[in-house]
């Protein structure tokens, strides 16, 4: 079982900024694969960025791309999503999910391909 705890979620006005965190207590889960996701009611999950082999690789959502960074830490164990520009769109429960293999440049926005997930860290943007 892969625990993963997410943090940074807050309220901030359009144009701010925010770092939102998610650490694993599995490095070999964190090391290969971790993506952050957002949800508001009513509607589909949706695959925000993801981060694979340590950063090897990084993709992006294209509501976001350009204006979110998704970093790991040297530990391997935490992945930040950097996220400015912030517009009230972007408002949403911010998830942080992990599964070995589950990102790949096709696929990676699929959350039906991770297994493991963290409990949510709220974000709301105001204008």
């Known amino acids: 079982h892969v625990q993963l705890v997410e943090s940074g979620g807050d309220s901030v006005q359009a144009g701010g900024s925010l770092r939102l965190s998610c650490t694993s207590d599995s490095r070999t889960y964190s090391s290969n694969c971790m993506a952050w996701f957002r949800q508001v009611p009513g509607k589909e999950r949706e695959g925000v960025a993801a981060?694979?082999?340590?950063?090897?690789?990084?993709y992006y959502g294209d509501s976001v791309r350009g204006r979110f960074t998704i970093a790991p830490d040297n530990a391997k164990t935490t992945a930040y999503l950097q996220m400015t520009s912030l517009k009230p769109e972007d408002s949403a429960m911010y998830f942080c999910?992990?599964?070995?293999?589950?990102?790949?440049?096709?696929?990676?926005?699929?959350?039906?391909?991770?297994?493991?997930w963290g409990q949510g860290t709220q974000v709301t943007v105001s204008s």
């Open positions: 999910a992990a599964d070995w293999g589950a990102c790949h440049l096709r696929s990676w926005w699929n959350w039906h391909l991770y297994g493991y």
């Open positions: 981060i694979y082999r340590h950063g090897d690789f990084t």
